[in-house]
């Protein structure tokens, strides 16, 4: 079974620091790995994800996350937080097989204070 | 390019009332479908998916049901409402290994009086 662990509910940073919203993995193959980010009442917009290849990878408006195999983790991080970064974030992960949904962590609320 | 459209946006339904949301993907074929529903802002719990015509996987137990009647249209059903259904619901599809993440609707608000 696959599942994932997001251990903050809340991260809190001031505008221009780094930040990182942490996420932890399970899964019983090799994983694909993805993050997303939701502002009130909209869909999800993805962000990044890993399949293969660079542990580091890069996405969407300056995010970027890391693959780590051995700590089944794939943070998500930004170098200069921006105060219109805040938002829910959701790490999911899904088996690498065509069939198989994805799954979502419960999400992090990252609150970029100025 | 793809897109994905449901609807409605928002929905006010009384308790006991019949419902029905429909999803639909532009651009591509035979994608992967989900309906996932999210409660007070927060995790998102995968209700259906379905990677086929007619084909339709249930992850929890629901008073809920839902149908694939096209290979681009997901449609999620109930035939009595619960105080219970109330929250925001999400449609997404997928494909394949080259695009393996899934994109998003809009979602649906929905609350039941």
């Known amino acids: 079974a696959q599942s994932v662990a997001q251990p903050e509910d809340q991260v809190n940073v001031a505008e221009g620091n780094p930040l990182t919203v942490k996420c932890t993995y399970s899964v019983s193959g090799n994983p694909y790995l993805f993050w997303y980010v939701q502002y009130p009442n909209r869909g999800l917009q993805f962000l990044l994800k890993y399949i293969t290849g660079d542990n580091l990878v890069k996405g969407s408006y300056g995010f970027e996350a890391e693959f780590n195999k051995s700590q089944t983790s794939f943070h998500l991080k930004k170098p200069s937080a921006l105060v219109s970064d805040s938002a829910l974030y959701f790490c999911a992960v899904r088996d690498m097989g065509r069939n198989t949904p994805l799954v979502f962590g419960k999400g992090t609320r990252l609150s970029v204070i100025a | 390019s793809q897109t994905i459209h449901q609807w409605p946006a928002t929905l006010v339904q009384p308790v006991g009332s019949p419902l029905s949301l429909e999803c639909t993907v532009e651009?591509?074929?035979?994608?992967?479908l989900y309906w996932y529903r999210q409660a007070a802002g927060r995790g998102l719990q995968l209700l259906f998916y379905s990677v086929g015509i007619g084909q339709i996987s249930s992850e929890v137990p629901q008073n809920l049901s839902a149908s694939r009647p096209q290979d681009r249209q997901f449609i999620l059903s109930s035939k009595k409402l619960l105080l219970s259904d109330s929250g925001f619901y999400l449609c997404?599809?997928?494909?394949?290994?080259?695009?393996?993440?899934?994109?998003f609707g809009q979602g649906t608000r929905l609350t039941v009086v």
């Open positions: 997404a599809w997928s494909s394949g290994v080259v695009r393996p993440e899934a994109f």
């Open positions: 651009g591509t074929s035979n994608p992967n």
